[in-house]
T-cell receptor, first 116, second 109 residues
């Protein structure tokens, strides 16, 4: 069964609105969570890493004020795309590592965002 | 230079054929290596880890060449269900994964 869930699975929004994506761990407590973005026919690109109880670490080129990450608990992380623009349209995927192994990552099913 | 580079393919093979492809990575300090499978519009799923001595999992064989910094995946006796994009993934040692753009394999009846 699924280890990580994401909600919503797809969202269409107007330019300028904010979109929140939830990532939940179903089977374990995740001390570390990762957010990726994938454009069509491209590789997954890591956006940020968050550890429960501390601020997220953003990869170079990713605006922390635009992509707000909240590692609310050991089972929930949220990514908010603020003031979304069409170029933010992408496939957003979270992954989580169980506390005993950061090498093992379980991916959520992804959220497809389309900004009109 | 990209951290992980793969031949995008596509590799179109008949059922029962053997297909193999490689990827190269740029960071010689990379410590862990994986092959993931991604179906169209879905999340990646771990296919297998790649060990220094090479390893096999059923019809799938993975090899690692640290000196040349490449990883290979070989699929024997291809099934229709093997059609997917195969992602080469490298862990640089800081628990962050670097993904290749994927190699597309299509197995035809």
């Amino acid at each position: 069964g699924a280890v990580v869930s994401q909600h919503p699975s797809r969202v269409i929004c107007k330019s300028g609105t904010s979109v929140k994506i939830e990532c939940r761990s179903l089977d374990f407590q995740a001390t570390t969570m990762f957010w990726y973005r994938q454009f069509p026919k491209q590789s997954l690109m890591l956006m940020a890493t968050s550890n429960e109880g501390s601020k997220a670490t953003y990869e170079q080129g990713v605006e922390k004020d635009k992509f707000l990450i909240n590692h609310a608990s050991l089972t929930l992380s949220t990514l908010t795309v603020t003031s979304a623009h069409p170029e933010d349209s992408s496939f957003y995927i979270c992954s989580q590592s169980p506390g005993d192994s950061q090498e093992t990552q379980y991916f959520g099913p992804g959220t497809r965002l389309l900004v009109l | 230079r990209k951290e992980v580079e793969q031949d995008p393919g596509p590799f179109n093979v008949p059922e029962g054929a053997t297909v193999a492809f490689n990827c190269t990575y740029s960071n010689s300090a990379s410590q862990s290596f994986f092959w993931y499978r991604q179906d169209c519009r879905k999340e990646p799923k771990l296919l297998m880890s790649v060990y220094s001595s090479g390893n096999e999992d059923g019809r799938f064989t993975a090899q690692l060449n640290r000196a040349s910094q490449y990883i290979s995946l070989l699929i024997r006796d291809s099934k229709l269900s093997d059609s997917a994009t195969y992602l080469c993934v490298v862990n640089k040692g800081d628990y962050k994964l670097s993904f290749g753009a994927g190699t597309t394999v299509t197995v035809r009846a």
